[in-house]
């Protein structure tokens, strides 16, 4: 098992920034990647970034790249998701994801996570 909590969610006027994290508890060892989604009103679960446990190998969805950073500190345990230049538009309930799978294919769908926090919202305002 593997325990997900997020926190740093608040509310945000354009143009500004937050600090998403992440902390992961349990099997660890067992995780492979980590990801962050989101989901606004009405839409669907949408993937936003995805880390390797190494931290080499980093992952975004276009409409966030160059504004948002995905980080990990394994050694704190923790999943960060830097977020600059923050639109009306990225206003949602954000999501951390954990896969334990033993092959990772997708890590931009969100049937490749197998644990999920509660979910932290991010409001911006226009």
């Known amino acids: 098992q593997v325990q997900l909590v997020e926190s740093g969610g608040g509310l945000v006027q354009a143009g500004g920034s937050l600090r998403l994290s992440c902390a992961f508890s349990?099997?660890?060892?067992?995780?492979?990647?980590m990801g962050w989604f989101r989901q606004a009103p009405g839409k669907e679960r949408e993937f936003v970034a995805a880390i390797s446990w190494s931290g080499l190998t980093k992952y975004y969805v276009g409409s966030v790249k160059g504004r948002f950073a995905i980080s990990r500190d394994n050694a704190k345990n923790t999943v960060y998701l830097q977020m600059n230049s923050l639109k009306p538009e990225d206003t949602a309930v954000y999501y951390c994801?954990?896969?334990?799978?033993?092959?990772?294919?997708?890590?931009?769908?969100?049937?490749?996570?197998?644990?999920w926090g509660q979910g932290t919202q991010v409001t911006v305002s226009s």
């Open positions: 349990g099997r660890t060892n067992s995780i492979n990647i």
């Open positions: 994801a954990a896969d334990t799978l033993p092959v990772t294919r997708n890590p931009d769908r969100h049937d490749e996570y197998d644990y």
